[in-house]
C-alpha cells in the first residue's frame, strides 16, 4: 500500500509515470468517496475512512485531494457523456421533448458510471450548500432551455421548475427511497407515466 | 438540570405529577431530537447530544425514550390534527380532490407544528428503513384512497405513487432543496401551478 503510494506520488511529482495509474487511483478514491458521503454524510465523511474503503494511505487522498470540498465535487460531477446526452435530450423536437428527457434520466439513473453519482449529488445536497447550488445551475440551465422559446422567460422559469420538480420525486420514489409501483415498474412504464406530464411542464396549457 | 430530572422521574414513577410537567419536557426533547436528527443524520445523532440541546441530563432521555428508534419514531409521527386533514383532503369531492390535496401539503410544511417534523421524515427516510417505510404506509394508503374508485386497483397504485412523486419532488425544491422559483412564490401560485397535475393523477386520462 506504501509502496502505491510512494510509486504515485513520485511519478505525480516527476510527471513521469504512466497517466493510467493515476486516474485508476484517482479514480477509486473518488468512488470511495461517493460511497463513504452516501453513507457517512458530509460531515460525517473522514479523509482517512475514505482512504481504507479505497484501500489507499490516507496521506495518498491529502495528496490527490487537498480538501474535501475538493473530494465532494469530484465525488458529485458526472462524466461527459452524461453532460452530451443532457444537451441531446433537451434539443430533441419541443414535441418529443419530455419523452426523451424523462428517457434520458431513467437510463442515467440506471448507468453504473451515472447512477451513483446522481445519488450521491441528490443526498449530498441535502446538507451542502455547495453541492445544492452546483445541482440548480445545472437544473435550471438545462430545463429552462428545454421549455418551448415562445413562452415569456419568467413563465419558462416556472415550466423548469416543475419540470425538475416531477423528476426529482420520481428518483426519489425509484432511486433513493425505492418506493412501489414506481420502483420496480419497467423503465418503459416509467417513462410512458411521466412524459405527458413533462411535456405539459415545458409547452402545455397550464 | 438534575432537579428537574429527578422530578420529572418521580412523578413519572409515582405517577402523581402534573402531566403538564411530563408533556413539555418529552416535547422539548423530540423537538431536540428532530434537530439533532435533521443535522446530524440518525447514525449521527446520539442521547447525549439530544439532551444538551434539550437541556436535560442525558439519563433523562433515556427514561423517556429507551432507543434511539423510539425517539426517531416520536420525532417522524405527525400530529392529529394533520392526519384529521389530510383524511379532509382526501375525501373532497374528486373533481376537486388535487387542488385539496396540495393546499394541505403547502399548508402542512408552512406550519411550525408540522413543516420540521415532514423535514425530519423526509430526511431520515433516506437513511433509515423504518422511517422509509412509515412514510410509504402512510403515503400510499392515502394517495390510493384519493384516487378514482372507478379505476382498477394496478391503476390506482400507480397513479397514487405518481400524486406522491409529484409532491415530493415539490417538498425538496420548495422546502428542503429551496430552489427558485418554487421555492418562493407564494402558496397559491405553487397550488395553482400543481394542483392540475395532482388531479390529472388522481382521476385524469393518461
Redesign the interface.
Known amino acids: 500500500m506504501m509502496r502505491l503510494m510512494k510509486k504515485a506520488i513520485g511519478e505525480a511529482e516527476s510527471g513521469r509515470g504512466p497517466r493510467e495509474d493515476r486516474g485508476v487511483i484517482s479514480a477509486r478514491i473518488i468512488s470511495a468517496a461517493r460511497d463513504e458521503f452516501i453513507e457517512?454524510?458530509v460531515?460525517?465523511a473522514t479523509f482517512r475512512a475514505i482512504a481504507r474503503r479505497a484501500d489507499v494511505d490516507p496521506a495518498l487522498v491529502h495528496y490527490y485531494f487537498a480538501s474535501k470540498e475538493r473530494l465532494l465535487d469530484a465525488a458529485t460531477t458526472p462524466p461527459p457523456d452524461f453532460l452530451d446526452n443532457t444537451q441531446t435530450a433537451i434539443s430533441a423536437p419541443l414535441a418529443i421533448r419530455g419523452q426523451r428527457i424523462i428517457e434520458h434520466v431513467v437510463s442515467s439513473w440506471a448507468a453504473p458510471s451515472t447512477g451513483p453519482i446522481l445519488y450521491a449529488t441528490f443526498?449530498c445536497?441535502?446538507v451542502d450548500e455547495r453541492t445544492?447550488e452546483k445541482?440548480?445551475a445545472s437544473?435550471?440551465a438545462n430545463f429552462i432551455g428545454a421549455t418551448s422559446q415562445r413562452l415569456p422567460q419568467r413563465d419558462r422559469?416556472?415550466r423548469a421548475?416543475?419540470v425538475?420538480?416531477?423528476?426529482?420525486?420520481?428518483c426519489?420514489?425509484r432511486y433513493?427511497?425505492k418506493?412501489?409501483?414506481?420502483a420496480t415498474?419497467s423503465d418503459r412504464d416509467v417513462i410512458s407515466?411521466?412524459a405527458?406530464?413533462l411535456q405539459?411542464y415545458l409547452n402545455g396549457r397550464?
Open positions: 457517512q454524510g460531515s460525517g443526498l445536497a441535502n445544492r445541482l440548480r437544473m435550471s422559469l416556472l421548475g416543475l425538475s420538480s416531477q423528476i426529482v420525486g420520481l426519489w420514489h433513493i427511497w418506493l412501489d409501483p414506481l415498474m407515466a411521466v405527458p406530464t405539459k397550464m
